[in-house]
Structure formats: structure tokens, C-alpha cells
């Protein structure tokens, strides 16, 4: 079996998880939208606990505020890379459970907005997107990525880059108006 190391700093929660196949051997997570960086670093040597050689990493790739998911995703990358195992990247509202087959998903993007994506059959069919809440409708928010939906999802993606869907606040002072 792999042994799989899940992070997703995606929302206000820390999430890490060791898992042999689909067996959880280590979950926990972190509250603290502004906590990623230390709750990621002593979640993940948590895990090494119980197993100190996983043979890939799974990280969340958004959607999700830039400097939470910048987090996640530049420690996977680098924990990846000191030990020579892959990296694979999947999109964090997929690996949200939500035990309906056609739903509408969503969690905080912050500034009254929602990053939000569709689901029929179990499938994305829309997004991920951010939006007002009142122009979504029908979603259900307040969960979190599941570290055994992490898992499954590398096996059929393997997202590069982060989806950051908002323009960022810090802009050159030349284009400053």
C-alpha cells in the first residue's frame, strides 16, 4: 500500500492526515485562519509519528485565501522535494463529503465571498468560482476537506497550480491609481 501524507490549508482549518491506502493511521486538524504555518509544520511532524517515511503528498490546491493555501501547498512541495517522493496537487472542494450526490459546495473566500463549485453525481460540473453568497444558490458551507477524499482525488488529478480566482491585493505602485 501507499503511505500518503493529505495537507489542505485551504480554509480557516489546518488539515493533515496520514493515510496507508485508505486506512487513516493519523488525522487532525487545526483551527486558525491566520495559524497555517505553525499548525501545518506541528500537525505534519505529528504524523511522522506514526509513520516517518510516507511515499507521496497529497495538498489541497484551492480554491482558498492566498496566503493560507500559499502556505500548504509551499510546504508539500518542500517536504516532497527534501525526500525525493511526489507531490500531487487536487482541488480542495472536491475532497469536501457532503453524503448527497447533487449539491452546490462552498466555504469562506473572505471579503462577503464564497469560492464555491457544483456538483451531479457526485461530479464537478460548475466552478470552482468565486461569488457573493446571494448570487449561489442552494449551497451548503462549514465543511471541510476530508483527508480520505484527498487521497482518492490524486488518483484521477493532479492539479499544478493554485486556483486562485481573485486578483491579488498587492499590485507594483506603477499600476496604483
Known amino acids: 500500500m501507499t503511505i500518503s501524507l493529505a495537507i489542505d490549508t485551504s480554509t480557516s482549518r489546518t488539515v493533515v492526515g496520514l493515510l496507508d491506502g ?18 501545518v ?7 511522522l509519528i506514526y509513520n516517518p517515511a510516507p511515499d507521496q503528498v497529497v495538498v489541497g490546491m484551492g480554491p482558498g485565501p492566498f496566503t493560507g493555501l500559499r502556505v500548504g501547498i509551499a510546504f508539500a512541495r518542500t517536504f516532497a522535494l527534501s525526500r525525493g517522493i511526489p507531490v500531487i496537487g487536487v482541488c480542495s472542494l472536491d475532497a469536501i463529503e457532503t453524503g448527497k450526490n447533487d449539491y452546490t459546495v462552498a466555504i469562506d473566500a473572505r471579503r462577503k465571498e464564497i469560492y464555491w463549485a457544483r456538483y451531479e453525481g457526485g461530479k464537478r460540473v460548475e466552478g470552482p468560482s468565486v461569488n457573493k453568497p446571494d448570487e449561489v444558490s442552494d449551497f451548503i458551507i462549514d465543511l471541510y476537506p476530508n483527508v480520505i477524499s484527498l487521497i ?26
Open 22 to 39: 485508505e486506512k487513516v493511521l493519523f488525522e487532525k486538524n487545526s483551527e486558525g485562519a491566520t495559524d497555517h504555518g505553525r499548525a
Open 41 to 47: 509544520s506541528d500537525l505534519v511532524a505529528q504524523t
Open 152 to 177: 482518492k482525488l490524486a488518483e484521477e488529478q493532479s492539479v499544478s497550480e493554485p486556483f486562485y480566482l481573485r486578483r491579488p491585493d498587492a499590485v507594483p505602485t506603477a499600476e496604483r491609481s
